[in-house]
């Protein structure tokens, strides 16, 4: 057996967060159910590993988890599982070794889109990004779980693409909830519902303040970074079929709300 990392995506919305839970599908025990059947080998010996909680409805694009397996290919190993998974699409591997610990990242990047809507002020929006960038006691930006609450912000970048608002974040690590609250405070001042000194109080006084908690669904975790790892990618083609088949299902729902 060998250890291998790989990076997976999955849409949120088909799994009741990324943690294994009883009685409910996850991405994690979607993931173990798919290792043990191409693998024949136990949930002990898989010894499976993520890299990234993500909560129910957060998407991903590039969460890496690591196991080991009795593939000697990792072409043929990412072949296996993807045709077999539901929901869960292994995008590429490396080989590591068994003191690998998944969850010890370079960096890891997050996407949240917002609507673009009416009186939304994008300057006042980036001036509330910045607030968060280095490191901060960000307590009332997360919810707690025992765990301390210093973070650093590496960067926040605002965009607009046309009627919708992209944000990107990337930091070592994020605390639980976060980035949905980063997301409701800049949201929140950009309509004028709440102001830039609320944050700064928020943040740098520890002033209870509610910011809200913008949507699950409207966030993708990109891409975990391991910068002394090099991944090679598995052959897009193996998605053609759920791409055709998602963009068609796109397309009808689009006809359909247009037609309203």
């Known amino acids: 057996m060998r250890r291998v990392a790989v990076k997976i995506a999955y849409l949120g919305e088909g799994f009741a967060g990324s943690q294994i839970q009883p009685s409910v ?7 173990l159910d798919k290792l043990m059947l191409v693998s024949k080998m136990s949930s002990d010996e898989i010894d499976l590993k993520f890299s990234s909680r993500t909560d129910k409805d957060v998407n991903a694009l590039g969460n890496a988890i690591s196991f080991y ?8 190993m990412l072949k296996a599982l993807n045709a077999v998974s539901k929901g869960v699409f292994y995008r590429s591997a490396c080989d590591v070794d068994d003191e690998f610990n998944v969850r010890y990242a ?13 009186g939304m002020d994008l300057g006042l929006a980036k001036e509330c990004a910045d607030l968060f960038l280095g490191e901060h006691d960000f307590a009332r930006f997360c919810r707690p779980d025992n765990k301390p609450t210093i ?48 944050v700064r109080r928020a943040l740098n006084d520890l002033e209870e303040i ?30 053609s079929e759920t791409i055709t088949e998602e963009s068609f299902r796109f397309s009808l729902r689009k006809t359909f709300f247009d037609s309203l």
Request: glycine fraction near 2%; include cysteine.
């Open 210 to 239: 509610n910011f809200g908690v913008a949507r699950a669904d409207a966030l993708t975790l990109m891409d975990v970074d391991y910068d002394w790892l090099s991944f090679e990618e598995t052959d897009r083609k193996q998605f």
């Open 69 to 76: 397996t009795i593939f000697n290919n990792n072409v043929m």
């Open 106 to 118: 370079t960096a890891r990047s997050y996407r949240y889109i917002l609507p673009l809507e009416d």
């Open 151 to 198: 973070a650093c912000v590496d960067s926040i970048d605002i965009y607009r693409k046309d009627s919708i608002l992209i944000i990107d974040f990337k930091a070592r690590f994020f605390l639980w909830n976060m980035i949905r609250r980063m997301v409701g405070a800049m949201d929140s001042v950009s309509k004028g519902t709440r102001t830039l000194d609320d």
């Open 25 to 31: 599908r996850t991405v994690e025990s979607e993931v």
